[in-house]
């Protein structure tokens, strides 16, 4: 494992961890998640090395700053006719400094109507939030937003 | 066996066949990341977290989602859905501790 992943992954658990439980202090073996990964890795093994493009098509909805980390919303919608030669076959949500990037992955069907996903997320520090959207044309669209996470402190 | 509550919610509440709705899958679930210490053991809380959701209409699966334990606690997933007619929605789900269940909610389009 290179240095720089190494230390980053230590260091998000940390982090993770603190967020979701504020009151744990931390100790000097600091707890890893059984399913570390970081975002270069997890875009890889979505895009099977693919070229990613930003699109305006894709739209997230998070807020710039989330009042407790432990709940922040996120709602991705992308522009598409959903017709069955023409949909959004998937859509990847990335929490790019949690220790495990990954959160949900959308597997649609023309059957969905809209190319949309909401849920509730954790993130263990301010990062960005990167939803990578796939098309049945084998496109991969993203979008991205940085949420700031106020940690510790009550109130 | 021990059910987990579980519950299925269509917006808007009145819809017509063709129109295109919200269902949201909502269940009461720790999705404990596995990074957490118990205070009092110092042990490692064992991961515990909802991985899999899958959306059926009428016995066929229109959507899947692979879930990670960075979804929050008592997690809520929304799909939109194309209504095809009156029917039967039913979604499953299955953590990484080999817990499963299921619920389900009927369709009922006005017009």
Partial sequence: ?155 | MESRKSLIKIKPKKYKTGEVVKVSFMIMHPMETGMRKDKKSGKIIPADYVNEVKFFFDGKPFTTLKVWESVSTNPVFTVGFKVPGKGALKVTYKTNTGETGETTKKVKPKG
Wanted: aromatic letters at 4%; glycine letters at 8%.
């Fill in chain 1, 1 to 155: 494992m290179k240095r720089r992943t190494f230390l980053q992954t230590v260091g998000l658990a940390a982090a993770a961890g603190a967020v979701v439980t504020p009151s744990i202090a931390f100790a000097a073996d600091k707890p890893k998640g059984p399913n570390e990964m970081g975002i270069d890795a997890a875009l890889k093994a979505v895009t099977g090395g693919q070229k990613i493009t930003p699109s305006e098509k894709v739209h997230l909805k998070a807020p710039e700053i989330a009042e407790n980390g432990a709940v922040v919303p996120v709602t991705v919608e992308v522009d598409s006719p959903m017709t069955p030669d023409d949909y959004v076959k998937a859509i990847h949500v990335f929490a790019t400094k949690n220790s495990n990037v990954r959160t949900a992955d959308v597997m649609l069907t023309p059957a969905n109507g809209i190319a949309m996903f909401a849920t509730r997320i954790k993130l263990g520090s301010t990062q960005e939030v990167l939803v990578v959207a796939e098309t049945s044309k084998g496109e991969f669209l993203s979008a991205s937003q940085s949420i700031k996470v106020t940690i510790g402190g009550c109130g």
